[in-house]
């Protein structure tokens, strides 16, 4: 799911920087693994950029640079991390259609339809957000995200569709990325799942970091971090990672309980982190094929297990999006219907 940035301070912009992190309570003994799992995701700092950012004398504590990644870390200790100015934007600037929800100088908000990924990456280096967002913006996106991560301060998977906002100007960068730190954004998805989560239903009340609130809110806690095996997917841990923490709501029930429309909200918001606190509960989504495994929809659905069955991406839809504007203080709140394909597939569900 998407990374804001988490728990640090950012300061400076497309001119380079510093980043102030501060060693929480159950971070790893060393310093470049416990400065890996607290610097915000949305920074693009990988472990083995800082361990180059360790060797290269840009990291320091009280004064006095660091260069040992082994270093052991105590609690509370604060390192700052020397940035370099963001390198120039090589990647293209493409004609992309894009559905604009918002803009002004500072920030725009798009509602991105799903098969678009975010940012360039090995095996998607064009036809990104990023590519029409230079297109569209120009010159104007905030540098703070690094080369091809210009504005973004938060992401959504490929195959999810829906709203999210990103900075034109550094101001709005760090403005923003404060919001996403103190998780005072307001963020709600929609999502198909397999199943109906019950209050009710003992093995999930049994589940270690399962439990549900009052109005029967399912709250999932857990630590996430990459699988040990797949890289490109995520895990549920609890010795290490970054923790994690969903609830989820029941809005409609089809077939009784062969499936279930959920508004899931983000209290953190790591790397796939809906689906895979859903698929761990035993209440994956809808066509994801990286988390939901082979389970298919009963045929007591009828039409409804044909379409669900074939939808061929995550049932999984960014519907709302809500922050203080972060140079204005204006409350801005956003909305996205729901696409077609999810619209449709809900509509066969219905109808049994």
Known sequence: ????????????????????????????ARLDKALAAAVPEAAALSRSRLMRMIAEGAVSRAGQVVTDPKARVAEGEIYLLRLDPAAEVETRAEAITLSVVWEDADLIVIDKPAGMVVHPAPGSPSGTLVNALLHHCGDTLSGIGGERRPGIVHRIDKDTSGLLVVAKSDRAHHGLARQ???????????????????????????????GFEPGGTLRIATNLARHRTDRQRQAVVWEEGRHAVTRARVVEAFGADQAALMDCWLETGRTHQIRVHLAYAGHGLVGDRTYGGRRKLSAALGRGAEVGNGFPRQALHAASLGFDHPVTGERMEFTSPLPPDMAGLIEALRAG
């Not at 990374?3 to 790893?28: C, H, M, N, R």
């Not at 005072?184 to 589940?207: E, I, K, M, Q, T």
Request: overall charge negative; charged content about 20%; proline content about 8%.
């Open 1 to 28: 799911m998407d990374g804001p940035f988490e728990d640090d301070d950012v300061a400076g912009g497309g001119g380079g920087g510093t980043l102030s992190v501060t060693i929480g309570p159950e971070a790893p």
């Open 180 to 210: 996403f730190e103190e998780h005072s954004v307001n963020r709600h998805y929609l999502a198909v799942v397999h199943g109906l989560p019950s209050a009710a239903d003992p093995r999930l009340r049994g589940l270690r970091g399962v």
